[in-house]
């Protein structure tokens, strides 16, 4: 247990070592996630998710299990030579994001609807119909 005074020092010495990480994913406190804003509509809701960085072709979508579940896969590699054309640097680095929301058993792919641009991913998914009740069935009775 260390005392207040080393609180965040970590958080403080490494900030700002890997800037273009940062900026990839959400700013330096909140890497890895996803800030999203989600509309109730009368046929159902809207997600606006903010990935600044990423292209539509880092971004992946599907339901599962009654989830819809966002993922997002992100690699970069930098290089740096003086003027003979020997390296001086080089740096590399990968990250992902994943987040998931209960939509309901009822929803499949093909109910959700789905749009990339300016680094906003759209969803819009329909609310989950609440199933009719049956009629109810009688057993035939012999006598």
């Known amino acids: 247990m260390l005392p207040n005074v080393y609180k965040g020092f970590a958080d403080n010495f490494f900030e700002g070592f890997f800037p273009d990480m940062e900026r990839c994913f959400a700013g ?8 999203t804003d989600i509309r109730e509509g009368e046929e159902g809701y809207d997600l606006m998710i903010d990935m600044p960085g990423c292209a539509k072709e880092d971004v992946k979508a599907q339901v599962k299990d009654g989830y819809l579940v966002i993922e997002a896969v992100k690699g ?27 939509v ?7 109910d959700v609807k789905a749009k990339f641009e300016n680094g906003v991913l759209t969803l819009s998914v329909p609310k989950e119909k609440p199933a009719q009740p049956a009629e109810p069935k009688y057993i035939a009775i012999e006598g």
């Open 76 to 102: 970069s590699e930098s290089e740096e030579k003086d003027e003979a054309g020997k390296l001086i640097r080089r740096e590399r680095y990968s990250g992902s994001m994943r987040r998931s929301f209960f």
């Open 28 to 35: 330096r406190k909140d890497f890895g996630l996803m800030k």
């Open 104 to 110: 309901g058993d009822g929803i499949t792919e093909d």
